[in-house]
């Protein structure tokens, strides 16, 4: 629980800036001066789209532009000058979807941003985070969705190079505000965890976890190199498990091992690293400033990363051929995109057509 000083401060920053983005929105949009905003039931957050969001190799954003709920288009997009991208937005059934753009400072600007648009009501709307991921192939394979109880922060450190830290350290890579890796007890950590909605997550797997998921053949090609990891071989699922969210393209077996340690550190071993991508902080941080000052729900927010690569390297293959490979094109790329919005618009779908119910009371309290 945030202290009652630091949510002072958040109500007044977020009040002070949604005076000015809002009264630059209202004149750049005259328009729809005087229209009661549009109540939004779900918003979809997602982080980047490949060339055009209609037609041609899948983004993150193309199948929900596409099809929405129903395969309905959502052909309803509302521009937003201080973000990344359009919204776009289904007003029968209050689906609102997006992406925040790449790296964890643009996307935060961008939710900041849409938050407090007075276009539309979040005040009781639902938020789906979603996106690719890299997995540990000690926990998952390609195509595999997960939803998230945490997400942690890997940026907000110290770092000595190796080469320079103590022979008894295991990493060189250390909790801000600190001396050594991992001081007992565990270092402050506002800003760097986060935890969601527990009961929500649960509800939203059990919500999902019926959903057929699509797979191909050049992700099997590469889940068949993982032998010795049983959960990389087998086939995609849905699942749960955390997030560790670094603007730091990492891979390897090394710093997978300090990923699981990072997040078993943070959240005090109650978390487990099984995805990692760059935004989720940023975009949690934005949502945390907006539910400050009563624009949204933190309570209200699920995190849905579904993997298009593995975050280290099959046997036999050195870390650096297998980032390089990696940065040629993901293996589970579509898969993961698929599955993003199979599983996503299943729990998006639940939500809208139980409204009456699920408008007052989150599913699963």
């Known amino acids: 629980m945030a202290t009652v000083a630091f949510r002072q401060f958040r109500c007044a920053l977020t009040g002070f800036l949604a005076l000015g983005v809002a009264s630059i929105i209202s004149s750049a949009d005259a328009a729809d001066a005087g229209k009661a905003p549009i109540e939004i039931r779900v918003a979809v957050l997602v982080n980047f789209e490949v060339g055009d969001d209609r037609g041609d190799a899948p983004g993150e954003f193309q199948a929900w532009r596409e099809r929405g709920l129903d395969n ?10 201080f973000s990344t991208h359009e919204a776009c937005v289904d007003r ?32 009781h709307s639902y938020w789906i985070i979603g996106g690719i991921a890299g997995i540990d192939p000690g926990d998952g394979t390609l195509g595999s969705a997960v939803w998230g109880n945490y997400v942690v922060n890997g940026d907000w450190a110290h770092e000595i190079d190796a080469r320079e830290m103590p022979e008894d ?126 624009r949204v729900d933190f309570d209200r927010i699920m995190l849905l990363r579904t993997a298009s690569n593995f975050s280290m390297q099959p046997p036999g293959m050195t870390a650096v051929e297998s980032l390089t490979r990696e940065t040629e094109g993901f293996g589970g790329m579509l898969p993961a995109v698929e599955n993003l919005w199979r599983v996503g618009s299943k729990v998006a779908g639940t939500l809208i057509a139980d409204w009456e119910q699920y408008r007052t009371t989150p599913p699963g309290n």
């Open 169 to 294: 350290w295991k990493t060189g890579y250390f909790p801000f505000m600190t001396g050594e890796p991992y001081p007992q007890p565990r270092a402050d950590d506002t800003g760097k965890v986060f935890a969601l909605n527990q009961k929500l997550a649960a509800w939203a797997y059990e919500e999902s976890v019926g959903v057929k998921l699509f797979d191909n053949a050049a992700a099997k090609a590469l889940r068949d190199e993982y032998q010795g990891f049983p959960q990389a071989l087998a086939p995609p699922k849905i699942m749960r498990g955390d997030n560790l969210s670094a603007s730091t393209f990492w891979h390897g077996r090394y710093l997978n091992e300090w990923a699981n340690d990072w997040v078993a550190y943070w959240t005090e071993g109650d978390g487990e690293f099984v995805t990692t991508a760059v935004e989720d902080s940023g975009i949690l941080e934005a949502l945390r400033f907006l539910d400050g000052g009563g």
């Open 92 to 123: 029968e059934s209050g689906l609102l979807v997006t992406f925040t753009g790449l790296t964890q400072d643009r996307a935060a600007a961008s939710v900041m941003a849409l938050g407090l648009d007075e276009r539309f009501d979040f005040s």
């Open 72 to 81: 309905q288009p959502l052909d309803e997009c509302f521009d937003l000058p």
